[in-house]
């Protein structure tokens, strides 16, 4: 069994990764980490606890890092997130508990110090929180089993030409994170993008998987009508879930092992390089998308 923090910034595709973590029995979750990113900090808090309430989790719910290190925080993307945060979808109907005590880098470092050798962070945002943890307890750096990132992109970025949102998010903070002595495996762009929940899919575990399939149908359809308009595409990415994915079933994903460097000015800003200096990390750099979308769906019964 793996042992997870869930460093995520809901939205829509952070929906999903939860769904998916909460089918999977050899996964558990100790912690719900929050990170600005697709919205402002107490929006993407506000939706892991509801989303917490909605799927019967009983993971805390920690706040943490409402901007960058460095640098302002960018827009929100409602365009493709809603103005929510989860794809517009009503969210009334829970009375929500406030977040647990205390700011999600020391809670991520109290967890990773009492089980030494034994979590794994997956982180789905922007790897902000992380480097401030790394920041305030470096010594974390040799004590998680794994860190786990949804972030990057070698051939094309979605926010510039070179950029993927999580890391151009905070760079600084990516360049940290992925700088540090601990061990890191990416999933960037090169292996989420072929990672597709077609609209017929989502038809049909709506028909087909009870609640938990008219969930997945309703929380996307704002974001694939996004996909529609800006990439053509029929269906939305699971970007957030093939890293979870990558756990479970790592047999789904071509990987090259390399240093990686993050660009941290001009037009480049947050693009993720080739380097030869640093620690040596597995980037996945392709994933059988129609396979990883059937796993998808399989486990959540559809």
């Not at 993307?77 to 989860?86: I, K, Q």
């Not at 979605?158 to 760079?171: K, S």
């Not at 595409?233 to 093939?242: I, M, Q, S, T």
């Not at 660009?263 to 059988?288: I, K």
Request: hydrophobic share 45%.
């Amino acid at each position: 069994m793996s042992l997870l923090i869930l460093d995520t910034d809901p939205g829509v595709d952070d929906a999903l990764a939860l769904l998916y973590l909460r089918a999977r029995p050899e996964l558990k979750l100790l912690a719900i980490t929050t990170v600005f990113g697709n919205a402002d900090v107490e929006t993407t808090t506000r939706n892991a606890l509801w989303l917490r309430a909605r799927l019967g989790l009983s993971a805390p719910v920690y706040q943490g890092a409402a901007g960058p290190l460095a640098r302002p925080r960018g827009p929100s993307p409602t365009h493709v997130h809603g103005e929510n945060g989860l794809g517009g979808i009503d969210l009334s109907d829970f009375t929500l508990s406030p977040a647990a005590s205390g700011a999600a880098h020391d809670r991520i470092i109290d967890l990773i110090r009492a089980r030494p050798g034994e979590i794994t962070i997956v982180a789905i945002g922007p790897l902000t929180n992380l480097a401030l943890a790394l920041r305030a307890a470096p010594d974390i750096a040799g004590l998680v089993a794994e860190v786990v990132i949804m972030g990057g992109a070698f051939t094309r970025g979605n926010v510039t030409p070179y950029a993927e949102a999580n890391i151009h998010n905070d760079p600084e903070a990516a360049a940290e994170v992925l700088s540090a002595a601990w061990p890191v495996t990416l999933v960037p762009l090169d292996a989420t993008l072929p990672c597709v929940l077609t609209d017929a899919d989502a038809r049909q575990m709506a028909d087909t998987s009870g609640d938990t399939g008219r969930f997945v149908h309703d929380v996307t359809r704002g974001y694939a009508a996004a996909y529609a308009t800006h990439e053509g595409l029929d269906g939305c990415v699971l970007h957030d879930v093939a890293a979870l994915v990558r756990l479970t079933r790592p047999d789904l994903f071509e990987v090259r092992s390399a240093p990686v460097a993050v660009s941290l000015d001009g037009e480049r800003l947050g693009q993720t390089t080739w380097s030869d200096q640093g620690p040596v990390r597995q980037a996945c750099l392709n994933a059988d998308g129609p396979a990883l979308a059937r796993h998808f769906r399989d486990t959540l019964g559809a």
